[in-house]
């Protein structure tokens, strides 16, 4: 069975400053992995994903991630915080021999300060 | 492409009531999937589709919750007798199983029981 630990449930950046999102992934076979943003109230929106493809994946919105075997690490990053990323933040594992339903990390909400 | 919709958006209940929402998919999408959120917490699998089988069912699906995708188009979530810890917002997604694997929100149907 696949599991996913996000680091920290709350992470505080100023605007303009780096953002860093740790996701640590558990799985006996190589995995898709996923990034979700949730604004309130909303669904899930898809910043990205690794299909065993390039391992630096490049997502929306000024985000990438960079998927680690060694370190079974999938941490997303974004250069400079915009007011607009505050929002909750989903790590995700699938697996196509499991019908590919997602698995995710219990999340972390991300909060901008001007 | 339209997204993937659900209704109702809210629904309030009374403890012991039944309560049913609906899902309409990405069109084209064969698979659907069903999540359950409570607050703070990352989205749990319930079940899935393909077409119109049913795949998979998670233990947290007790006999009181039964899905159904009829057509192989839009599905239904039923919980009968809903009890308090029933209360959370459920979310549908959609995929292709010829693409990437990517599920595809929507906004999802949050349920309060009183």
């Known amino acids: 069975a696949q599991s996913v630990t996000q680091l920290g449930s709350h992470v505080s950046v100023s605007e303009g400053a780096l953002v860093l999102l740790r996701c640590n992934y558990s799985s006996s076979v190589p995995p898709y992995l996923f990034w979700y943003v949730q604004y309130p109230n909303q669904g899930l929106q898809l910043l990205l994903k690794y299909t065993s493809a390039a391992t630096l994946v490049k997502g929306i919105n000024g985000f990438e991630a960079e998927f680690k075997k060694s370190e079974t690490s999938f941490h997303l990053t974004k250069p400079s915080a915009h007011m607009s990323d505050a929002a909750e933040y989903f790590c995700?594992?699938?697996?196509?021999?499991?019908?590919?339903?997602?698995?995710f990390g219990g999340g972390t909400r991300v909060l901008v300060k001007p | 492409d339209t997204g993937v919709s659900q209704d109702p958006r809210h629904k309030i209940t009374k403890r012991g009531q039944n309560v049913t929402f609906r899902c309409d998919p990405i069109s084209e999408h064969n698979r659907l999937y069903w999540y359950r959120q409570t607050l703070g917490q990352g989205p749990e699998f319930l079940t899935y589709?393909?077409?119109?089988?049913?795949?998979?069912k998670s233990r947290l699906l007790s006999d009181r919750f039964s899905a159904e995708r009829p057509k192989g188009s839009f599905s239904t979530l039923e919980i009968q007798r809903t009890e308090q810890g029933d209360s959370a917002m459920y979310l549908c997604a959609s995929s292709k199983t010829s693409s990437s694997y990517e599920q595809y929100f929507g906004p999802g149907t949050r349920l309060t029981v009183t």
């Open positions: 589709f393909q077409n119109e089988a049913q795949l998979e």
């Open positions: 995700a594992v699938s697996l196509k021999a499991a019908g590919n339903k997602l698995t």
